[in-house]
């Protein structure tokens, strides 16, 4: 295999995982929350972003991103890569 093939395989075998937090808001119950980031890999952290938001935000985990976001919404975390999904609220 030469540089350019292990590149390839590096980049699909070390991808990112994409989730999805999603919801509504604890004070406005008909208010929706949506949001996506991706989880990169061996704890190298996250990015997320609401639908609603240009910012983006980083956090260790995407399991931290949505006990942040619990906070302030009844939300839930899909991953989007897999059929995993988790609770909070």
């Known amino acids: 295999m030469d540089l350019t093939e292990l590149l390839e395989v590096a ?3 070390g991808r990112p995982r994409r989730f999805a937090i999603y919801g509504t808001l604890k004070r406005y119950p008909d208010e929706p929350l949506l949001g996506w980031g991706i989880e990169l890999p061996d704890g190298g ?3 997320f972003s609401w639908a609603s938001s240009r910012s983006v935000h980083t956090a260790d985990s995407a399991a931290r991103v949505l006990a942040l976001q619990s906070i ?3 939300v839930r ?3 989007l890569d897999a059929a995993t999904e988790t ?3």
């Open 45 to 47: 952290g996250t990015l």
């Open 72 to 74: 302030i919404g009844d």
């Open 11 to 13: 980049a699909v075998e």
């Open 87 to 89: 609770r909070v609220g």
């Open 77 to 79: 975390l899909k991953w």
